[in-house]
């Protein structure tokens, strides 16, 4: 069974940095794509950043481009996700996922979840 579990959240101020890690099971992270999504009180949960299994290419939404970045460690089976210059709006649960297959914007496409770790970022 893939067990994902998330760390490193907390509670920031704007213009500070977290770094978020997902420690998996088995080799899950290094023979998927793996993602990173967020949800705030109500709204959806939002795509934020993804990393293929081969090439490890990125890639981010476009509200966190140019601030956070998605990378993989296979040998420790963990994907972490840089969260720098944080704003107020990043302020959500934060969610690491496998992707089964299709899109990797969609939620809907990955099969195993994470807990997630609550990112809360003051003014």
């Known amino acids: 069974q893939v067990q994902l579990v998330e760390s490193g959240g907390g509670l920031v101020q704007a213009g500070g940095s977290l770094r978020l890690s997902c420690a998996a099971s088995?080799?899950?992270?290094?023979?998927?794509?793996m993602g990173w999504f967020r949800q705030a009180p109500g709204k959806e949960r939002d795509f934020v950043a993804a990393?293929?299994?081969?090439?490890?290419?990125?890639y981010y939404a476009d509200s966190v481009k140019g601030r956070f970045t998605i990378s993989r460690d296979n040998a420790a089976n963990t994907v972490y996700l840089q969260m720098n210059n944080l704003k107020p709006e990043d302020t959500a649960v934060y969610y690491c996922?496998?992707?089964?297959?299709?899109?990797?914007?969609?939620?809907?496409?990955?099969?195993?979840w994470g807990q997630g770790t609550q990112v809360t970022v003051s003014s």
């Open positions: 996922a496998r992707r089964q297959a299709g899109n990797f914007y969609l939620a809907r496409n990955y099969d195993y």
């Open positions: 088995g080799r899950t992270v290094s023979s998927y794509d």
């Open positions: 990393i293929l299994w081969i090439g490890s290419r990125p």
